[in-house]
């Protein structure tokens, strides 16, 4: 299989040296002389990630993407702690995966001199963490905030609010697999430092003088480390049909 040109500018020296560490290892010596091969061509990267032979054939589609996104001259070797862990989880992935072009963005912004500085080494773990509608709310907050306009009753007795009841809602829910976990994704989006969701407003629900309920008016919108790892991550184009 032809090694495409400028494919070791993608690999950092750190893995490479690796590499050499591993050359006798048992996945290495099934690969023969191919492997020595990739020792000199910087292929070797996949000996010690132990990637499948499936997996060599989308990452060389891959080097050829971010070769025709980056110019040679602008290319510089990324940081190993984002190319390795984004390596790994990418040979669990089909291509069309909002995930793996998650990654893919993240390897062709750690490749490129104007990109790099931007490139937190937690990018390539973030991703990692995501389910594919979670990847997506990034997306859609990319360009707009998600408004909601809910109800909940109030019990006097207990001083407890219960039953809430969504009234207006801008969130994305037609794009997801499971619109039902909204709250879950939520919750965790928030837990990564990525998505705020604050109530800005709530006005009281009175009936006969006494107040039965509450009226919060709220957005959900990306939080400032989220909007640095979006502009890194999340391809402009999206993810195809989403």
């Known amino acids: 299989m032809p090694i495409p040109e400028g494919l070791d500018?993608?690999?950092?020296?750190?893995?490479?040296?690796?590499?050499?560490?591993?050359?006798?290892?048992?996945?290495?010596?099934?690969?023969?002389?191919?492997?020595?091969d990739l020792v000199k061509t910087a292929r070797l990267l996949l000996a010690p990630f132990q990637l499948a032979a499936a997996f060599q054939d989308r990452f060389e589609r891959v080097v050829e993407r971010i070769r025709t996104r980056v110019p040679e001259e602008k290319q510089k070797p990324p940081p190993a702690e984002?190319?390795?862990?984004?390596?790994?989880?990418?040979?669990?992935?089909?291509?069309?995966?909002?995930?793996?072009?998650m990654f893919e963005e993240l390897l062709t912004q750690a490749i490129d001199e104007d990109t790099t500085a931007k490139v937190h080494p937690s990018f390539a773990q973030l991703i990692s963490q995501l389910s594919r509608d979670e990847a997506v709310i990034l997306y859609r907050l990319r360009s707009d905030e998600f408004k909601v306009v809910?109800?909940?009753?109030?019990?006097?007795?207990?001083?407890?609010?219960?039953?809430?009841?969504?009234?207006?809602?801008?969130?994305p829910t037609e794009d997801l697999q499971h619109p039902h976990q909204m709250n879950l994704y939520y919750s965790h989006l928030e837990s990564l430092s990525l998505v705020?969701?604050?109530?800005?407003?709530?006005?009281?629900?009175?009936?006969?003088?006494?107040?039965?309920?509450?009226?919060r008016h709220s957005t959900m919108r990306l939080t400032e480390f989220g909007q640095l790892f979006v502009s890194v991550c999340v391809p402009q184009g999206g993810f195809g049909n989403v």
């Open 82 to 101: 984002v190319v390795g862990p984004a390596l790994r989880q990418m040979q669990y992935l089909d291509e069309d995966n909002p995930l793996w072009l």
């Open 9 to 36: 500018k993608l690999l950092p020296a750190k893995v490479v040296e690796k590499a050499y560490d591993d050359i006798a290892s048992p996945p290495a010596k099934e690969l023969g002389k191919a492997a020595v």
């Open 150 to 171: 809910d109800t909940l009753d109030y019990d006097r007795t207990q001083n407890k609010f219960s039953n809430r009841k969504v009234e207006q809602s801008s969130l």
């Open 196 to 215: 705020q969701w604050p109530v800005e407003k709530q006005d009281p629900i009175m009936s006969g003088g006494t107040q039965v309920g509450i009226r």
